[in-house]
């Protein structure tokens, strides 16, 4: 490399498009699970410790929902994207977690 040259700017090719519907595709899922678990909590007759874990799922969503979509707006922008902060990913990782136990609880 020359002292002159400009450094190589990378071409990120259809990798945040892909990256973008990834989490399009997990936020439907995150979407089915909290829909399901509302179902569960409205026609299966639970008791009150279930409907209470439904709502947590809920809110559990609606905090997935917000990371993913901060996410999505980011990629969708154009240029080369930003890194995802740790910040984001810990978040999102916590809510997708948390909503399997949820979901876990409410299937057993």
């Given at each position: 490399m ?10 990120p090719?259809l990798?945040?498009e892909?990256t973008?519907?990834a989490?399009?595709r997990t936020?439907?899922s ?14 299966g007759g ?5 409907i209470?874990?439904c709502?947590?799922?809920c ?13 999505i707006?980011?990629l ?10 740790p ?22």
């Amino acid at each position: 490399m020359t002292a002159g040259a400009a450094p190589a700017v990378r071409d990120p090719g259809l990798q945040p498009e892909r990256t973008r519907l990834a989490w399009r595709r997990t936020t439907l899922s995150a979407t089915v699970a909290a829909v399901l678990a509302l179902r569960t909590a409205l026609h299966g007759g639970l008791p009150a410790t279930g409907i209470i874990v439904c709502a947590v799922c809920c809110v559990l969503w609606l905090g997935f929902l917000q990371v993913a979509h901060r996410r999505i707006r980011a990629l969708a922008a154009g240029g080369p994207p930003p890194a995802l902060a740790p910040r984001q990913a810990t978040a999102a990782v916590a809510y997708a977690v948390a909503l399997a136990v949820c979901a876990a609880v409410l299937v057993v």
